[in-house]
């Protein structure tokens, strides 16, 4: 295979860090890995101000290659970094601003971080992303400084790729939740005091194993949990989604990977505290909106990214 060691840095300023940024070493495998190496910023932050940019560019390798871990670290900060498969067919490097989370223009989520560590997602064994030659990303950069202190947001990712070709099962992801609940046109949303929304409730498809999870909401956010139920009510709790700027981000080895009998799925309720004396509705921004959401990732893919027409609520 091709050599991959390319170092892709988007981002204008050197300015220094305000505490080191951990380097990302090899991945802990036992398969000999290859390192694609990604990273995006620095991005000055003000106090207290809060930046979406992205930045669209081709992966270095000449050949299809699979994708068997991921790792990402992100500064402080970063509120999430995602990782997406483009259907753009032009590269715009230089960071630009762009929506959060913004699958409009038909770009796959394949990653997305929200962690200060703890960002490593070994796939199982069998398992894997494909990218095929000179594939097309999008790394989108999510950043709100909630300090009183300038900092210079900064996303870094490895893709591990094996150094020898093998047969793999597609890995996808699903991202789940609840909009409705949070809707401004249905008069919902967070108001002042303190809020549990209704529970959510989705059956996966079929045969799917979920590898990895973790929980999303915004700053009112104070608790999510996320359990694997036959219904909406309580079940085996997975994950519970405190605090919401660091939750947790839960993976599974191949002997404990989250299966669904026919009858189970994802059950999921999010609790909200909000002292101010207005109404927060589902939105983009992490300081003016609020969300309900998780997402997991799971194999065989079922040929798509699992979202809104299945699981938002």
Known sequence: MRALALLLVVGCTQTQLPSPMPDLGPPDMATPVQIVPLQIGPIPLNPGQEKTVCSVFKLPNANPIDVIQINATLAPG??????????ATLEKVPPFDCPPLDISK???PVF???TEANNSMPLPKGAAYHFEAGQMVKLEAHYLNATNQSVDGLGKVNLSVPLQPGTYQLADIMFCGSVLALSSQLGTGVPPGDTTLPPGFYKPPAGVKVFALTTHQHKRG?????DKSTSSTPGTNLTMGQPYDNPPFVTYDDDHLVTFKPNEGFRW?????NPNNKTYYFGQSAEDNEMCFFWAYYYPSVGKFISDFDCWQ
Do not use: N, P, R
Request: one cysteine or more; proline letters at 0%; aromatic letters at 8%.
């Open 78 to 87: 970063s509120h999430h970094l995602v990782l997406y498969k483009s259907k």
């Open 106 to 108: 038909g770009d796959v």
């Open 112 to 114: 997305i971080a929200e």
């Open 222 to 226: 104070a608790l999510m949990t996320l």
């Open 269 to 273: 309720q999010c609790q909200y505290h």
